[in-house]
């Protein structure tokens, strides 16, 4: 092996090492908040009023432990390890009431076009998990008008999360990627980046396909999910 | 004997229940009085103006107005408030920010200990 070749490879160590302590970094940090959080409410239970305790902390214990819960099986599935997937089989669900849930669980404005009696056939968790990480992301990322469309092709119901604001292509390209965060997201919030790679998978296991792609100055998140 | 004096103290954290956490446990403290609590660097500042706490704790990612911004903007319109900086993880780059800017930092935990301390040092009677 020559020189040059030992220096590639030396240097693809370097960037693999420095890509491995940037994921364990931002995955530590966002462990760290809720455990921290869990461990404080805990010992405040010590000296809070009965009244405090139900009304307060109980509530806030129950929210970062699920989270907690959360990120766990959400780090396992964005690294490919399938064993946290859903075991149910899919069911006929609404896409409507669907949607209407992520819109109330997100608090923001949406329009929904196309026919919301429209059924697919996916675990329900899954669906209500994937169309929160595309709202979410579309908030987040996006400017509004926020729009989701239902539509149908043959055999599949095709579900479209839009937003004003295209990213950049090579962002574009990478949005599935897991623990890839584009300029957009970076510069707006902490996170790991494993949304979509998590919804991805959710998808994919109901039969279905997630793609992202810009259409002028939207950007558009299809889901595709079958028909039951 | 001279009383206790009581460290008035603004928590600022986007984390809800984070900041619910500061305000339990600060809150116990028998000298420290957590009197506001912010969501981003924004109200942090605003609450700050209004209540002229002695000392404010700084979460430093945050939406709005992040704490870097925050504290800046603290120390340059309200120097007699104390600042803490308080983070989950902090790198080289957050370490030598708060050096330079002369504040104390301090990684989130559940046990406030260190926290409590960082303020009565900040913000001494």
């Given amino acids: ?228 | 004997m001279t009383p206790m004096r009581t460290l008035r103290v603004v928590v600022a954290d986007d984390e809800s229940d984070v900041c619910l956490m500061l305000r339990m446990q600060l809150g116990a403290q028998p000298d420290l009085e957590v009197v506001g609590a912010a969501a981003d660097g924004s109200e942090a500042l605003e609450l700050c103006r209004q209540l002229q706490p002695d000392a404010v704790v700084m979460d430093l990612l945050m939406p709005v107005m992040n704490g870097f911004q925050a504290i800046e903007a603290m120390q340059r319109e309200l120097p007699g408030v104390a600042v803490v900086a308080y983070t989950g993880v902090a790198g080289e780059f957050v370490r030598h920010e708060m050096a330079r800017m002369n504040v104390p930092l301090v990684l989130k935990s559940g046990d406030v200990t260190p926290l409590a301390d960082a303020l009565r040092r900040a913000a001494p009677a």
């Fill in chain 1, 1 to 228: 092996m020559g020189q040059d070749a030992i220096d590639d490879v030396a240097r693809q160590r370097d960037d693999v090492d420095l890509l491995r302590r940037r994921i364990v970094n931002v995955v530590g940090h966002e462990l760290k908040l809720p455990v921290s959080a869990i461990r404080g409410l805990a010992a405040s239970l010590q000296h809070a009023s009965p009244d405090q305790i139900a009304t307060e902390i109980a509530p806030a214990l129950i929210r970062s432990s699920a989270r907690l819960e959360r990120l766990v099986d959400d780090l396992l599935l964005a690294a490919g390890i399938f064993t946290v997937l859903p075991v149910e089989p899919p069911e006929p669900q609404a896409v409507g009431a669907a949607v209407d849930r992520a819109i109330a669980a997100a608090g923001v404005s949406v329009n929904l076009e196309g026919d919301g009696s429209t059924v697919v056939a996916a675990r329900a968790d899954a669906l209500d998990r994937v169309l929160a990480v595309l709202i979410d992301n579309a908030v987040k990322y996006g400017r509004p008008p926020y729009v989701v469309r239902i539509g149908t092709t043959d055999g599949a119901v095709t579900i479209d999360v839009i937003s004003n604001g295209a990213p950049k292509a090579e962002d574009l390209a990478l949005a599935l990627e897991p623990f890839y965060r584009g300029e957009a997201a970076v510069t707006a919030a902490p996170g790991l980046g494993i949304g979509l790679a998590v919804a991805a998978a959710l998808t994919a296991q109901d039969g279905g396909r997630l793609a992202v792609r810009a259409e002028g100055d939207t950007v558009v998140a299809t889901v595709e999910l079958p028909a039951p």
